[in-house]
């Protein structure tokens, strides 16, 4: 485990420090070591090398006690965990003697080229921040368990033409189903305390299309009478990410949406967002989703 770990630090790195990098690892089995990593337990849960990935998890026997954001819980047979990887998050993780689980991993990034044409993921991302974990019925169980085991699939199968299609289309199955599961089991559950007040008004000023015009958290701070550094600090408490990456959340995958939608011309999509040029289009496109616009498009 130690030696998978540090190849993935040192891929990492050099992905980072060589602007081929990206390239040569799509040839290196790149969707199973960088953008989607699967485990069959929970040893990589509090590794800082995978901040920025979010975290899915279905227990198939015994029992795993672990401390997140401070609040111990239990992971369960017949429960799955959705979490975002975070430094420090996840602390005193202690499996049973019979514990088995699925785990996978999935980058932010390909999160967000991922997620379907809903913003409901929103709401349940905070929901899910101060409650990971969710009890699944019999049936809700068969379809967590086939859409991980199609997952597990379809990465084995990198000779596939259209192998990173097939994995969005694998992982946008997983993440609609964990929507209906949560809908289901939690319905309109929202928290009534005082940063949760505030934070709601805030994604309500996002779900209204704030952002199109207006990604300074110094605007939304000013309509809600707060500081930028205290809706910053209420939307950390509140979610575990600042105002800014909520923002920068709904802008990114907003544009994703659009950039599959060929009837958008780039132009039309930085005009739409008040970009003040083209290029300064392309370098927020290539920051939040990865790619040129171009290239994403593809």
Request: charged share 20%; proline share 2%.
């Amino acid at each position: 485990m130690l030696i998978r770990i540090l190849f993935i630090v040192i891929k990492r790195l050099l992905v980072k420090y060589n602007h081929k990098g990206s390239i040569f690892f799509s040839n290196f089995e790149s969707m199973k070591r960088e953008e989607i990593i699967v485990e069959h337990n929970l040893d990589l849960i509090s590794s800082s090398v995978l901040d920025g990935y979010v975290f899915h998890a279905f227990c198939h026997e015994g029992s795993c006690s672990l401390v997140f954001n401070g609040t111990r819980y239990v992971f369960k047979a017949g429960d799955c965990m959705i979490m975002p990887q975070r430094r420090n998050l996840v602390k005193e993780v202690r499996p049973s003697g019979d514990f088995r689980c699925d785990a996978i991993y999935v980058s932010q990034e390909f999160i967000e080229v991922s997620t379907p044409m809903s913003n409901y993921g929103m709401a349940g991302h905070l929901a899910l921040f101060n409650n990971p974990i969710m009890s699944l019925t019999d049936e809700q169980q068969k379809v967590c368990k086939l859409n991980f085991d199609y997952i597990q699939s379809r990465l084995k199968a990198s000779g596939h033409h259209f192998h990173r299609e097939a994995m969005i289309n694998a992982i946008q199955c997983m993440i609609i189903d964990f929507f209906d599961f949560h809908a289901e089991l939690y319905g309109g559950q929202t928290i009534t305390n005082q940063y949760s007040k505030l934070m709601d008004k805030f994604l309500a000023m996002l779900e209204n299309g704030d952002f199109y015009h207006h990604r300074d958290i110094g605007y939304y701070a000013d309509k809600l009478c707060v500081t930028p550094k205290y809706l910053s600090e209420v939307a950390k408490k509140v979610s575990g990410f600042s105002a800014n990456y909520w923002i920068s959340r709904y802008t990114s995958l907003t544009i994703s949406r659009m950039l599959k939608d060929k009837n958008y011309s780039f132009t039309d999509i930085s005009d739409m967002f008040n970009f003040s040029s083209p290029s300064y289009f392309t370098r927020y496109v290539k920051k939040y989703l990865g790619a040129s616009p171009s290239d994403f498009r593809k």
